[in-house]
């Protein structure tokens, strides 16, 4: 029997690659959020508030160390019990903001809960499919866990917030890992893939190809000889004409003017200038005069300026851009694809299947929130209201992602005792 | 496959945000361009406010163009002071400080230099710009107003403080905000939102035209119009009847809460609070502190009721079933309830039932039914927290909810007011302590737009719209909806009609009976009131002249308008607010007047003299 050194257990690349990012976030949110007068303590200011949270999260980070990593198991299903509710909840008790009721009030500070429900629900689905008695492939347990994964994502859409909502999908990741059966994946990308193509051609275009397409594929069959599926052909195509005509209704009908802007705007439809691109629009102006090594620290003149809104929170990245330039953004996205990377890989080497979906839970929700969010301010996909991990403002926001790191760093370490 | 497709899409995903990147930062220069302060100038495009109409569609707020002169410190060269001075029409030691202001505010961001050119100032600078390195010219457009009354009402508009710049990101330096009336309360409906505008400029730092012909900048979009519920031309007449007068006019439709006319008397010319001459006559109006015409009277003056009070003690009374229409009461010249002094009352016919004595405005008959309501219940708190409860329903006692940025509460005293006056429980009080408020006297305080209020609930016969001013938005019926839902009182509808009977009497042969004051053709009702009032000078506090108040509505059986009018210091309640109230009632009702004489008096009637009675140091009389 050989027991390592206690430290030598923890994964330092990650603790190195968090504190880094947090880090950078902060210089940042200084930067964005500066006003003339500037006194770090002065906790009415966006940046010294953040600080706090900060510190606050090392004190959350040894407490989470502390604890023996069998608890996160064992009591996974209550704490995603304990999310559920904190959900239900926001619908007696929520505050409102901005329009979204995804906030709990105490006193003077807000919490959020849909940025814990995460973490729990990644707990959740590692102890259901790393069960000794859940097999993955079944289809039964196929739609189970995919009801884990969908039921805090159905408690957040109507708050309304389908930007949280929308990182759910995460998920299926880690499940395609563990065996959930390709068909998901490919239905996923086929009603995406279906969704734009309905509203880039119309319905009657989108019909028009899928007869084509259809027609394409008998007559190949044909040629080849094979059986006709008559049927289940016949079957696809109607499902796929249904979609596309409840795209059309959803997006017509179910969407808000705002939600029709942002997706055309990204499909190029409207050719934009006016105010549904400008917050797009200014956030690619900053970026983009950062050039090479950018403005600066606090030398900004879009930052400064205020050109950019909610640029301390969602648009953080804009900054980045303007003021350390194409490195500094390189930087950034590099330490977020070696943080992943490194979550990965650990994941892999985990011993049991929990602590490998939840490893390799914690890189996809990394990973969707980094891509959905830089996408945005870079102008590749539509405007959704979701942070940029460890580097936007926002002490729920950075809690929840400390949490989920760092639950994952403590059984990353318990794996080694295993394997000893 | 499965262990690698995330590994994969993170490496796809992170070059496609790299690539997309050097598109952004490197290869496409335009967008460094846009932020360079040296080949590209960045404005701000404001929008025009949006109008504001009367409810017969006149025009009352309009715009007109307007220039600041603005400098962006960091980007300011050596320049020829003396002559840009004297082109700015500034002095140097002006200009100098205006510099150092916008240095501290910031040196990235543009400040203002000179505020508001006329159109020929600028014809003669923006020539001659190009040779002032960091300093531009910015277009606004500045307030028309188009009538020279309802100051009060349409309210003005100003620079934006350190505070809500700080506050509010929508603002910068040098933007105006609506500051008071209309123009604060419909603020984000009013005024637009601002535009960008790239400018190209040469190496001369001259402009040459919008960058990339205009295909990066973002226009203004004009903020909307709205239509106020007012009647310019009633408000007109009503501020003209106010002249030489301090006080005010509120008339609404009861049927739903528009507010017709909103006078305050004294008042100015909105068009003072415009242009260059701004702070000059701002600072006029605001150090007028005996006339205060920037004081609202209508909306924030807090007033004794006085009589038209005793039409809800009334209402109470008969709600709390102590008393019935066909109760007569005696009055013996006051009302004697064992207090040193009693409650005095005038010369009139005795006894009395309600209707007469709304009529006679009897104060005895009303103290009966004050104290009646009062000693209903057990202890005169609870008597009290009841009275009130009714008094609350009418909306009373607290702000009305009405949409102008003004306002006051009033006051309706509860038990717990009456036990820390009187120290309770080491002295016990009881109905007859507060034996005023029966006829609107004693801690009770309105302002006139509650008095108005509650004449309305009474002309409807128990329910009321919240008072507003707002027609409509853009055009479109999208006022709030706290303004259509219809709101009852505790009262039942039933009783109204004996007091309204009262009411029509007060012309036939109780307060208001001269003819002058009725209107001939139309069935209208009213109140006459004169409150006691007292004023503090150099800390010598004395009684001034009674205030003239009036309430009325018409026609009784189809109320089309209620008004209250305040007369200060104006003795009876029918010599200057009874009058007024006919004047408007029947201008409102036939556009005409038919009493030439007397509506001439009430024009060249002056109570100035009164006014200034109290500050002339030597000892005078009231009541005269």
Redesign the interface.
């Known amino acids: 029997m050989r027991y390592p050194q206690s430290n030598s257990k923890i994964d330092w690349w990650i603790i190195i690659l968090y504190f880094a990012l947090v880090g950078f976030g902060w210089l940042n949110i200084y930067s964005a959020s500066m ?2 007068t500037q006194n770090i303590w002065d906790l009415n200011q966006i940046y010294s508030k953040q600080l706090v949270w900060i510190l606050l999260s090392v004190v959350l980070i040894v407490f989470i160390l502390a604890v023996e990593a069998k608890f996160y198991e064992r009591f996974s299903s209550l704490i995603y019990l304990f999310a559920l509710a904190a959900l239900v909840g926001l619908y007696v008790f929520g505050q409102t903001v901005n329009g979204a009721t995804s906030w709990y009030a105490f006193g003077g500070f807000s919490i959020q809960p849909s940025e814990f429900a995460k973490t729990a629900t990644a707990l959740a689905l590692g102890k259901f499919v790393g069960d000794i008695q859940t097999n993955i492939r079944s289809w039964q347990d196929q739609w189970k866990s995919l009801l884990i994964m969908l039921l805090p994502a159905l408690l957040i859409i109507p708050q309304p917030d389908p930007g949280s909502a929308l990182v759910y999908a995460a998920f299926i ?1 880690p499940l ?2 563990e ?1 959930l059966n390709y068909l998901f994946l490919t239905f996923a990308a086929a009603l995406g893939l279906l969704f734009i193509g309905t509203l880039l051609f119309e319905v009657q275009g989108i019909v028009l190809l899928l007869v084509v397409f259809l027609g394409l594929y008998l007559w190949q069959q044909k040629r080849k000889r094979k059986r006709i599926k008559w049927g289940q052909s016949l079957i696809i195509l109607a499902l796929a004409i249904g979609f596309a005509y409840s795209v059309n209704y959803v997006f017509y009908s179910v969407f808000e003017q705002r939600h029709r802007d942002r997706i055309n705007l990204v499909l190029g439809k409207t050719v934009d ?3 549904i691109g ?1 917050n797009t ?1 200014q956030s ?9 090594w950018g403005k600066g620290w606090l030398q900004g ?2 930052t ?4 950019v ?1 909610e640029q301390h929170t969602d648009y953080i990245f804009s900054t980045v ?2 003021e350390w ?2 490195m500094g ?2 930087f950034l ?1 590099s330490l ?2 070696a943080l ?2 490194r979550v ?1 890989y650990r994941a ?1 080497k985990q011993k049991s299947i929990f602590g490998r979906v939840y490893g ?1 839970s914690v ?2 929700i990394i ?1 969707i929130h ?2 959905v969010n ?2 945005m301010v ?3 996909l539509p405007t959704v209201g979701i942070p940029l991990p460890f580097i936007s403002y926002g002490g729920s926001g950075l809690w929840g992602f400390t949490i989920l790191l760092f639950i994952f760093v403590k059984l990353d370490s318990a794996n080694y005792i295993n394997i000893s | 496959m ?2 690698s ?3 994969f ?3 796809i ?2 070059l ?3 690539g ?3 598109y ?3 290869y ?1 220069t ?3 361009q ?4 040296n080949a590209i100038r ?1 404005v701000f495009d404001y929008p025009q406010r949006g109008y504001i109409f009367d409810r017969n569609g006149q025009l009352l707020l309009a715009n007109q163009p307007s220039y600041d002169v603005m400098v962006v410190p960091r980007n300011m060269k050596p320049l020829d002071t003396l002559e840009f001075c004297a082109l700015l029409n500034l002095t140097k030691e002006d200009f100098i400080s205006a510099i150092e202001r916008a240095k ?3 040196p ?2 543009p400040s203002v230099v000179a505020a508001q050119l006329t159109k020929s100032e600028f014809a003669g600078l923006s020539e001659k710009m190009y040779k002032y390195r960091g300093f531009y010219i910015q277009k606004r457009s500045l307030r028309d107003y188009q009538v020279n009354h309802s100051a009060n009402v349409l309210g003005y508009v100003s620079q934006v403080n350190d505070y809500t710049i ?1 506050m509010n ?1 929508d603002y ?1 330096m040098g933007e105006l905000i609506g500051a008071a009336g209309v123009e604060k309360q419909y603020e984000e409906v009013l005024r637009g ?1 601002k535009g ?1 505008k790239y400018i190209q400029k040469d190496n001369f730092n001259r402009d040459i035209g919008p960058y990339k012909d205009g ?5 203004a ?1 004009r903020g909307t119009d709205i239509t106020l519920t007012i009647d310019a031309k009633l408000q007109e007449y009503g501020e003209s009847l106010m002249v030489n007068k301090r006080g005010g006019i509120v008339a609404l439709d009861p049927k739903n809460g528009e507010i017709l006319a909103l006078v305050a008397a004294p008042n100015y010319d909105p068009a003072l609070l415009v242009g260059r001459q701004r702070s000059k006559n701002f600072t006029k109006l605001y150090y007028d502190t005996i006339a205060k015409p920037l004081f609202d009277r209508v909306l924030q003056g807090e007033y004794p009721p006085g009589s038209p009070f005793k039409t809800l003690t009334a209402l109470i009374a008969l709600q709390e079933q102590v008393i019935t229409p066909n109760d007569y009461v005696s009055c013996y010249g006051g009302y004697n309830y064992g207090g040193v002094k009693p409650l005095g009352c005038h010369d009139h016919q005795t006894p009395l039932a309600l209707i007469g004595g709304i009529a006679h405005s009897c104060n005895s008959y009303f103290a009966n039914a004050y104290r009646k309501t009062i000693d209903k219940y057990p202890t005169p708190q609870e008597g009290i927290e009841r009275w009130r409860q009714h008094l609350r329903s009418f909306g009373l006692g607290d702000y009305l909810g009405y949409d102008l940025p003004a306002g006051n509460k009033g006051l309706i005293p509860d038990a717990e007011f009456y036990n820390r006056f009187y120290q309770y429980p080491k002295y016990k009080w009881y109905s007859p302590a507060t034996i005023s408020n029966a006829i609107g006297q004693g801690e009770v305080l309105l302002t006139p737009i509650q008095m108005v209020h509650f004449t309305s609930v009474i002309a409807n016969r128990g329910y009321y719209y919240t008072p507003h001013i707002i027609k409509n938005i853009g055009g479109r019926d999208s006022i709030p909806e706290g303004f259509t839902t219809r709101q009852n009182t505790t009262i039942d509808p039933k009783y109204f009609d004996p007091v309204i009977e009262g009411m029509a009497d007060v012309y036939v042969y109780g307060t208001a009976s001269k003819p002058y004051i009725g209107i001939p053709g139309i069935e209208i009702c009213g109140k006459t009131g004169t409150a006691e009032n007292y004023i503090k000078v150099n800390g010598k506090r004395m009684q001034l002249t009674d205030h003239s108040v009036f309430i009325s509505f018409a026609p009784k059986d189809n109320p089309k308008i209620a008004l209250a009018v305040f007369v200060e210091n104006g003795y009876w309640g029918s010599r200057w607010a009874g009058r007024i109230a006919g004047l408007m009632t029947e201008k409102y009702l036939r556009d005409s007047i038919s009493r030439k004489d007397m509506e001439q008096y009430v024009l060249k009637g002056s109570l100035m003299s009164e006014y200034e009675k109290p500050y002339s140091g030597k000892p005078f009389k009231i009541n005269q």
């Open positions: 006003s003339t990741l395609y890992r065996g200038s006016n105010s400008y629009h690619e102006i900053a970026i983009g005069s950062g050039r090479w003149t879009q400064k300026g205020n050109f809104p851009g303007e330039g194409f953004a390189l996205i977020f694809i992943i990377l990965l892999e390799y890189a996809s990973f980094f891509m830089i996408g870079i102008g590749l | 499965r262990k497709l995330l590994f899409l993170v490496l995903v992170g496609t945000y790299v997309r990147l050097f952004l930062q490197i496409d335009t967008y460094a846009l932020s360079d302060n960045t501290r505010y910031s990235n961001l700080k990101p910068q939102q960008i295909a990066f900048d973002t226009p979009i």
